[in-house]
C-alpha cells in the first residue's frame, strides 16, 4: 500500500512537472510569434461620432489655438440631421460634442434633438464644456437634458478642468475659470443629476499641478479621467510645441508616477486604467499600447459638414454636407491607411478601444508570471530555471544581480544601493557588470540616472528574476526591510535558483521585520537559510535572527546608505537658513500593534501631536518657513506629498510659512534641504538616518513604536533624539 502511495505521488509530481514544462515551453514559442497588425475595413460603420459643432472657443488656451479663429457659419441642426441620415452613421451609439465651445452655440439643445431623430441607434450622447459662462453653460445643459430625458437617451457632460485655482486659469488663459468650472460641476451633479466628469489635460504648462487636482477630486468626491495634450488638427496646435509633449526627464518621470497613482488610487474603469498604461508607455519612447476606435468604430465631423477619420492626424476629407459622408470615407481610404502607418504607433491621445494585440500578449505574460512567481513557488522556480536559457556575460567581469524592493524605492533606498553599488566597486576593483531587479523598471531606471550609475535593469515581475538569478556571480537582497510584504517571493526565489546553480548569496544591510504572518515568517527564514553572507543593519534584527534559530554567522554593517550620503555630503554645502523642515508620511496600521479600531482611534491623536510638535518647534526657533519635503514620490508605499498636502490643508491651512515641495526628491536635495534648514523633524527611517548621519539638529517621530527607528537610534547612541508614539497620546491627555 505504502509503495502504491509513493507511485502515486511520484506520477503526480512527475506529471506537474511535464505539464510546466509545456507550458512554459509553449509561452516561449508564443513569445518569439510576430504581433498580429490593426485591420482596417473599408465597409466598417461608425459606431462613435465625434461631434465639434462650433470652431470657436471664448477661452485662451495654452495648448489650443481654436480660440484665435474667427467665428464663421456652422451648419444648422437641420443640415446636421440631413448629413446624420447617410448609411455612413446608421450604426451609430454615442456621439460626444465639443468644439470649441459648444454651449456657445444657442442652438444647441436643437442640435442635439436633431441628432436624436437622425440616428435611431443612438445609445448615448455627452458634451464638453469650459464652463467659463456659468450662468449661460448652466441653462443650455439644462435644455440639453430635457431633450435626452424627453427621448430617453443617456446624457453625460465632462467640464474641462486643468489644475487647481490659479493653475487652471493659467491654462485656460481665463482669470476665476476655476470657480465657474467647479460650480457648474457641481451644479450638473447636485441640481440636476447628470453624469458628470472633469476632463485634466495635461501640459509642460501644469506638469506639476496634476497631483494637486487629483488631491482636490478625491477629496470632494469627483472623478475625471487625465490625458496628456497631444498635437490635434482641429484645434489647429501644431505650433504649440513648446508646451505639448515637450516634458524635460524630470517632468516625464513624474508624469509616470502620477499615471501610476491613478491606476492604483483612483481610476477603477480598466479599460481607461489601459490607456494610462499606454500613455505611460508612450511618454517612455515606447510605441502605444491601446488600440484606437478611430481605426474602424469612429469617425470626426467638423462643424461646417467636414468629415475626417480621426481627430488628431486626419486631413480633412471633404466635406459631407456636399458629397454622401459613405462615399468620401471609402474613396479616401489611403489616408486612414497613412495615417496608421505614420502616426499611430506614437498617438498619445486618449482614446480607448477593446484590448490590441499586444495588450493581449502582455496579459498572457503577466498572467503566467503571477501563477509562479509566488512565495509559494519556489519548488517550480527551479525546474523552470531549468527550461530557460543562461544569460550570457563577459567573462572578465563579475556579475552582481541586485535584488529586493527596488522599483518602489524611497530616496533612502537610493542611497542603499549606491553604498552597495561603492562597496562592490571597491571590493572588485571595478571589474563588475551590475543588474538590478525591479518591480517596476521605470523607476529604477530613474535612479540609476540620479546615481550616475551603468546597470542594466530587468523586471522581477517576470521570469528575468530567474533567469539572471541562475546567470550571475553574485545575487544581493540590496537593504530594506525582510517584513510582511508579498514581494518576498523575490529574495526567495531569486535565492533559490542562485544556490541551485552554486551561485554567491548576500543579504546586505536589511532589517528584519515586523512579522505577523506565519507564511512570511516562513519565506524570510528559507531566505535566510540560503544566504552565504547575512549582513544586517541593526543590532534589534540580529537578535530577532537568533530567536529564529538560524546557525549562521551574521555580520551587524550597518545601513549601507551611510556610507553612500557621507560620500557624496562632503560636495555639498548650502548656506544656513532660518527653515524648519518636515519629512513626514503616513501613519500606517502594518506598525501598529492594536486592533484596528484602536488604530482608527489613535491615529488622529498621534497627527494632532505631530502637528503641535511642529508649531512649537516653529515658535521656539522664531523659523521664518516651514518646508514639508518628501523621502518618497511613488503610489506604492505612499507618496509623501499626498500626506503632506492632507497634513499642511488641515493642521496649517492658515500658516503663510507652510511651504510644500512638490517635485522630485533625490539624494543631492534632501542633503542640501537638510544641511541649510536649522532643524529637521524626521518621520521616515532613512530621513532619521539622513539627519543623524548629517550631524543636523533633529528630532526623531517613531512611528514604528519601538522597531527600525528606536533600532537606528540606539545603535547610534543617538535615542535622546527619539519621541515615540505614546509621547503624543500621553500628551494629549495631559
Known amino acids: 500500500m505504502n509503495l502504491k502511495l509513493k507511485f502515486y505521488k511520484f506520477r503526480r509530481k512527475l506529471m506537474r512537472k511535464v505539464n510546466l514544462y509545456r507550458e512554459i515551453s509553449k509561452f516561449s514559442k508564443y513569445r518569439k510569434n510576430p504581433i498580429p497588425q490593426v485591420t482596417l475595413r473599408p465597409d466598417a460603420k461608425s459606431k462613435v461620432l465625434n461631434l465639434n459643432i462650433i470652431d470657436t472657443c471664448n477661452s485662451k488656451c495654452i495648448m489650443c489655438n481654436i480660440w484665435k479663429q474667427e467665428e464663421e457659419l456652422e451648419i444648422s441642426p437641420n443640415q446636421l440631421k440631413e448629413i446624420l441620415t447617410n448609411p455612413l452613421f446608421s450604426e451609430l451609439e454615442h456621439v460626444g460634442v465639443t468644439g470649441g465651445e459648444p454651449t456657445l452655440r444657442d442652438d444647441i439643445a436643437e442640435v442635439f434633438k436633431k441628432i436624436i431623430e437622425a ?48 493653475a487652471h486659469d493659467k ?6 475659470n476655476f470657480e465657474t468650472a467647479i460650480n457648474v460641476f457641481n451644479y450638473l451633479r447636485y441640481e440636476l443629476k447628470i453624469e458628470v466628469s472633469f476632463g485634466c489635460t495635461i501640459s509642460k504648462v501644469n506638469a ?27 484645434l489647429y496646435n501644431q505650433d504649440l510645441n513648446k508646451v505639448i509633449r515637450n516634458f524635460n526627464d524630470d517632468e516625464t518621470y513624474n508624469l509616470l508616477l502620477f499615471f501610476e497613482k491613478l491606476k492604483s488610487v483612483f481610476e477603477k474603469n480598466e479599460t481607461f486604467n489601459r490607456t494610462y498604461s499606454s500613455i505611460q508607455q508612450v511618454l517612455s519612447g515606447g510605441d502605444r499600447l491601446i488600440g484606437c476606435p478611430y481605426h474602424n468604430d469612429g469617425i470626426v465631423l467638423g462643424s461646417k459638414g467636414q468629415l475626417s477619420y480621426c481627430a488628431p492626424k486626419s486631413k480633412e476629407l471633404g466635406n459631407s454636407s456636399q458629397t454622401s459622408a459613405n462615399d468620401i470615407f471609402k474613396n479616401q481610404f489611403y ?29 498572457k505574460e503577466k498572467k503566467l508570471y503571477n ?8 519548488d517550480e522556480s527551479i525546474f523552470i530555471s531549468r527550461i530557460l536559457k543562461r544569460v550570457s556575460k563577459s567573462k572578465n567581469l563579475t556579475r552582481i544581480f541586485i ?27 571595478d571589474k563588475v557588470e551590475y543588474v538590478i531587479g525591479s518591480i517596476y523598471p521605470f523607476i529604477t531606471k530613474q535612479t540609476l540616472k540620479e546615481l550616475s550609475l551603468k546597470a542594466k535593469v530587468v523586471s522581477t515581475s517576470s521570469f528575468d528574476l530567474i533567469q539572471y538569478s541562475k546567470s550571475s556571480d553574485l545575487i544581493v537582497m540590496g537593504g530594506g526591510p525582510l517584513m510582511d510584504l508579498h514581494h518576498l517571493y523575490i529574495p526567495l526565489i531569486g535565492f533559490k535558483v542562485a544556490k541551485y546553480y552554486k551561485n554567491h548569496t548576500v543579504i546586505f544591510g536589511c532589517g528584519i521585520g515586523p512579522l505577523k504572518f506565519d507564511y512570511n515568517k516562513v519565506a524570510v527564514i528559507k531566505i535566510l537559510k540560503l544566504s552565504d553572507v547575512i549582513k544586517l543593519r541593526d543590532k534589534q534584527s540580529v537578535d530577532y535572527l537568533k530567536t529564529l534559530m538560524i546557525n549562521k554567522k551574521v555580520e551587524l554593517s550597518g545601513d549601507p546608505a551611510k556610507r553612500f550620503i557621507n ?39 498621534f497627527e494632532k501631536g ?42 496649517f491651512y492658515d500658516d503663510s510659512r507652510v511651504f510644500i515641495y512638490k517635485k522630485l526628491s533625490t539624494i543631492e536635495t534632501i542633503v542640501t534641504q537638510m544641511k541649510k534648514s536649522k532643524f529637521n523633524i524626521c518621520m521616515r527611517f532613512h530621513s532619521v538616518l539622513f539627519a543623524h548621519t548629517l550631524k543636523t539638529s533633529f528630532i526623531a517621530i517613531d512611528y514604528t513604536m519601538g522597531g527600525k527607528i528606536k533600532a537606528y537610534l540606539e545603535d547610534n547612541n543617538s535615542y535622546d533624539n527619539i519621541i515615540t508614539v505614546v509621547n503624543f497620546i500621553n500628551d494629549s491627555v495631559e
Request: with cysteine; hydrophobic share 35%.
Open 171 to 176: 491654462v485656460r488663459g481665463i482669470k476665476g
Open 208 to 234: 506639476w499641478d496634476a497631483d494637486d487636482l487629483l488631491y482636490f477630486a478625491k477629496k470632494n468626491k469627483m472623478y475625471g479621467r487625465f490625458r496628456v495634450a497631444e498635437s490635434i488638427n482641429r
Open 335 to 363: 489616408e486612414k491607411e497613412r495615417i496608421l502607418r505614420e502616426n499611430c504607433r506614437n498617438c498619445i491621445h486618449d482614446y480607448h478601444a477593446p484590448i490590441s494585440p499586444i495588450e493581449a500578449r502582455l496579459n
Open 610 to 651: 505631530i502637528a503641535k510638535l511642529i508649531k512649537q518647534q516653529a515658535q521656539k526657533l522664531n523659523v521664518v518657513r516651514i518646508e514639508f519635503h518628501h523621502m518618497h514620490n511613488f503610489v506604492i508605499g505612499n507618496d509623501d506629498r499626498d500626506f503632506s498636502r492632507y497634513f499642511v490643508e488641515k493642521y
Open 119 to 166: 440616428v435611431p441607434t443612438v445609445k448615448g450622447l455627452s458634451i464638453i464644456t469650459n464652463a467659463i459662462k456659468e450662468d449661460e453653460v448652466k441653462l443650455r445643459i439644462t435644455e440639453i437634458k430635457k431633450v435626452c430625458d424627453d427621448y430617453q437617451i443617456p446624457f453625460s457632460v465632462m467640464v474641462s478642468i486643468d489644475g487647481v485655482g490659479k
Open 403 to 429: 535584488i529586493g524592493w527596488y522599483g518602489t524605492e524611497t530616496v533612502g533606498d537610493k542611497a542603499i544601493l549606491g553604498g552597495i553599488v561603492d562597496h562592490y566597486n571597491k571590493k572588485y576593483k
Open 567 to 605: 560620500r557624496i555630503s562632503s560636495n555639498i554645502n548650502p548656506k544656513k537658513e532660518n527653515i524648519l523642515s518636515c519629512y513626514l508620511r503616513d501613519w500606517t496600521q502594518e506598525y501598529y500593534k492594536g486592533t484596528k479600531d484602536e488604530f482608527n482611534l489613535v491615529k488622529p491623536i
Open 371 to 378: 501563477k509562479y512567481l509566488q512565495i509559494n513557488q519556489d
